[in-house]
């Protein structure tokens, strides 16, 4: 390699071999590859860490996909305790075990498809319209990116604009919508709508009640 890019790719190495060891998770994720390029079951315990609930299935893994929004990596597959096609956050499995059992992947899966209209990771057949609306100051920064299911872009009178997206899922979105502020007001979906009005009222109360603090 020149000069400058093997420097820089040994001092890369250096520093991520410094970070904090997850065996783990490694351990898991590597589980979960030998089963993917086997066609092997596995036997899975997935925790929810907002309600502490533990659930153990048998889990197909058709795909691996790293999500690009949270820096997770997740397993998407035929959860057969579902009866269907789901997404497992990496991180969230706390225990597995390699089955002799061997799967085939259904012939209608395709995991481009699939994650078609995924913001992140999230796919599905189900899709949703959604429309936000930035400020002027921000809309020269919405036109740069190509995002993610994004239809169209369309000017308003006060040198701000709309935005139109197809989404499987807007859960990934919100923290990505949050991140603008009040330069994003979100027109559709309703629900959406009203959870980032909650969330920016209960997060103006926190820093009003830090200021009179």
Same mark, same amino acid.
């Not at 305790?81 to 899966?109: C, N």
């Not at 400020?135 to 935005?163: A, F, K, L, N």
């Not at 197809?166 to 603008?180: D, K, Q």
């Given at each position: 390699?020149?000069?400058?890019?093997?420097?820089?790719?040994?001092?890369?190495?250096?520093? !991520?071999?410094?970070?904090?060891?997850?065996?783990?998770?490694?351990?898991?994720?590597?589980?979960?590859?030998?089963?993917?390029?086997?066609?092997?079951?596995?036997?899975?315990?997935?925790?929810?860490?907002?309600?502490?609930?533990?659930?153990?299935?048998?889990?197909?893994?058709?795909?691996?996909?790293?999500?690009?929004?949270?820096? !997770?990596?997740?397993?998407?597959?035929?959860?057969?305790?579902?009866?269907?096609?789901?997404?497992?956050?990496?991180?969230?499995? !706390?225990?597995?075990?390699?089955?002799?059992?061997?799967?085939?992947?259904?012939?209608?899966?395709?995991?481009? !498809?699939?994650?078609?209209?995924?913001?992140?990771?999230?796919?599905?057949?189900?899709?949703?319209?959604?429309?936000?609306?930035?400020?002027?100051?921000?809309?020269?920064?919405?036109?740069?990116?190509?995002?993610?299911?994004?239809?169209?872009?369309?000017?308003?009178?006060?040198?701000?604009?709309?935005?139109?997206?197809?989404?499987?899922?807007?859960?990934?979105?919100?923290?990505?919508?949050?991140?603008?502020?009040?330069?994003?007001?979100?027109?559709?979906?309703?629900?959406?709508?009203?959870?980032?009005?909650?969330?920016?009222?209960?997060?103006?109360?926190?820093?009003?009640?830090?200021?009179?603090?």
């Amino acid at each position: 390699m020149p000069s400058p890019v093997g420097e820089h790719i040994v001092q890369t190495a250096n520093v !991520a071999d410094r970070r904090r060891r997850f065996p783990a998770y490694l351990r898991t994720l590597e589980t979960l590859t030998t089963a993917w390029t086997e066609r092997r079951q596995v036997w899975l315990r997935y925790e929810n860490p907002r309600t502490g609930e533990a659930t153990e299935r048998t889990f197909d893994p058709y795909f691996i996909e790293p999500s690009p929004y949270g820096y !997770a990596c997740y397993a998407i597959g035929h959860d057969h305790l579902r009866g269907k096609i789901r997404q497992f956050m990496v991180e969230r499995i !706390a225990a597995i075990r390699l089955l002799g059992t061997h799967y085939e992947v259904r012939e209608d899966f395709d995991p481009y !498809a699939y994650l078609a209209n995924a913001w992140g990771v999230m796919g599905g057949e189900e899709v949703k319209t959604v429309k936000l609306r930035f400020s002027e100051r921000v809309t020269y920064r919405i036109r740069e990116s190509d995002w993610p299911g994004m239809t169209g872009v369309t000017d308003e009178p006060d040198g701000g604009c709309v935005m139109t997206l197809r989404v499987s899922h807007t859960l990934e979105m919100v923290p990505w919508i949050r991140g603008w502020g009040p330069d994003c007001e979100v027109i559709d979906p309703a629900d959406l709508r009203e959870q980032i009005a909650e969330d920016m009222k209960r997060a103006a109360e926190v820093y009003r009640g830090n200021k009179q603090g």
